[in-house]
């Protein structure tokens, strides 16, 4: 652990700015600090003058869980926010552009007075926090702030503390959870992302880290047999279920449409609305699986009543402990050479 906590010191902090005109790398930093699908990191970085490219990573992909690279592209999307409060507070202005054809983003940076916003000052402290919260139930104030930061370009935040709704999105979590965990295929690839140990998660700089699921630490083989033996639909159904119902506030993320522009807009609606949520002292966790199969995604739009577009996201959020962050792989292994 004390590994761990050394790594997650140098990963989880703020770095100086004034020189990104000429090393773009801090920028880079910040924006890797976003938020990803299993921790999985599925971005590449090439940094030109006044220019950064972002595109996915493919071999990143988690095409059981993720089939159509919706999680993907909104983790893209996620980085792409982080870079540009960075950018923003190293005195540029960022351009964001989209090229659907080969699904990378450029973020074209302009000089411009620098402002280190709040939003920007949490990015080191923004994670999924995955313990249960208080049940204290979300301030209208706070949900104005979280619902204000979050939607923009065809996304909108949908935020409710009603208790049928908290009932509506357990039911829908614990039957995702049901289909999921019946998947081998399902289980197998998130086993490939758990890291057991502190020297295993810091020798990788990815995935979920054992302790940061609420899994002690543990050696490879012992956590993997553990996982094998305790991994189940109805063990993760009593877990998400109270987590849900001791929550403060369930937000759900839509797209106007379907499509990976939309999806990368997404990934910038949750980063701000979660580094919102950080600057507030609110804690927040994705419970996603009702949106993560198709079939039961649609159902799930019609029980909320979200007429037409797609859920992309759904998050429970509240006040509760800490739990450990994730860390990240160094900077020099997610950027390309100069193009």
């Known amino acids: 652990m004390t590994a761990y906590v050394r790594a997650l010191q140098a990963v989880r902090r703020h770095l100086p700015l004034e020189n990104v005109a000429q090393d773009p790398r801090p920028l880079v930093h910040y924006a890797t600090l976003a938020a990803s699908s299993h921790n999985t990191q599925p971005w590449r970085f090439r940094c030109d003058r006044g220019r950064i490219l972002i595109r996915p990573d493919l071999a990143r992909r988690c095409p059981v869980v993720d089939p159509d690279d919706h999680h993907l592209y909104v983790s893209l999307g996620c980085a792409v926010e982080n870079l540009l409060h960075a950018a923003r507070a190293a005195g540029f ?5 989209f090229q659907p054809e080969c699904g990378a983003t450029t973020v074209e940076l302009e000089p411009r007075t620098a402002l280190r916003t709040p939003l920007f000052e949490a990015i080191p402290r923004r994670q999924c926090t995955r313990s249960e919260y208080d049940g204290k139930a979300l301030t209208a104030g706070e949900l104005a702030l979280l619902s204000r ?90 877990r998400d279920i109270e987590g849900i119902r001791r929550s403060g506030a369930i937000a759900v993320i839509v797209s106007e449409q379907d499509d990976p522009a939309h999806w990368l807009a997404a990934g910038r609606c ?50 509760g402990p800490t739990m450990p962050a994730t860390l990240r792989r160094p900077v020099e292994a997610v950027i390309d050479a100069r193009g």
């Open 93 to 97: 202005e960022g351009h964001v552009s």
């Open 149 to 238: 930061s979050g939607g923009a370009d065809g996304v909108s935040v949908q935020l409710s503390t009603a208790r049928h709704t908290r009932d509506q999105v357990a039911d829908y979590v614990a039957e995702g959870n049901r289909r999921q965990f019946s998947s081998p295929a399902w289980k197998s690839e998130l086993r490939t992302w758990l890291r057991y140990s502190a020297a295993e998660a810091v020798a990788c700089g990815d995935g979920l880290y054992g302790p940061v699921m609420g899994s002690p630490s543990a050696p490879r083989w012992l956590g993997s047999l553990a996982t094998r033996l305790a991994l189940s639909a109805a063990a993760q159904n009593r």
């Open 270 to 319: 949750y980063q701000r609305l979660a580094l919102q949520a950080t600057v507030l002292g609110i804690a927040h966790a994705f419970i996603n699986q009702p949106v993560e199969i198709a079939s039961l995604r649609e159902r799930f739009a019609d029980a909320l009543g979200i007429d037409g577009g797609r859920p992309d996201l759904v998050l429970r959020l509240g006040r």
